[in-house]
Nanobody, 123 residues
Framework: EVQLQASGGGLVQAGGSLRLSCAAS????????IGWFRQAPGRELEGVSC????????YYKDSVKGRFTISSDYAKNTLYLQMNSLKPEDTAVYYC????????????????WGQGTQVTVSS
């Protein structure tokens, strides 16, 4: 069974950092596009960052470019999101996700989801 488990969220002050982790099992990790979505209170689910299985290229939402870094450790079957210079608008529940498609796709097309981990950034 495909399983994804996100962790690492918490409360941090603006300008601080957090590293989210997503432990994966039940599938060939590097053959799936993998990434992170988030949902802020009262807002729609949005893509944050992902790694495409087609060629390993990455995608970042414009608002997080230069601040967030996505990476994966294939040996540990784990996905990470290093979040630096956090802003209050980054406050959201963050979800890791994976899909067999070689490209990163919108949330509605994603096949597998982990549970969310809450990130709260105070002013």
């Amino acid at each position: 069974e495909v399983q994804l488990q996100a962790s690492g969220g918490g409360l941090v002050q603006a300008g601080g950092s957090l590293r989210l982790s997503c432990a994966a099992s039940g599938f060939t990790f590097d053959e799936y596009s993998i990434g992170w979505f988030r949902q802020a209170p009262g807002r729609e689910l949005e893509g944050v960052s992902c790694i495409m299985s087609s060629d390993g290229s990455t995608y970042y939402k414009d608002s997080v470019k230069g601040r967030f870094t996505i990476s994966s450790d294939y040996a540990k079957n784990t996905l990470y999101l290093q979040m630096n210079s956090l802003k209050p608008e980054d406050t959201a529940v963050y979800y890791c996700a994976a899909d067999e498609d070689p490209m990163c796709n919108p949330a509605g097309s994603i096949g597998y989801w982990g549970q969310g981990t809450q990130v709260t950034v105070s002013s």
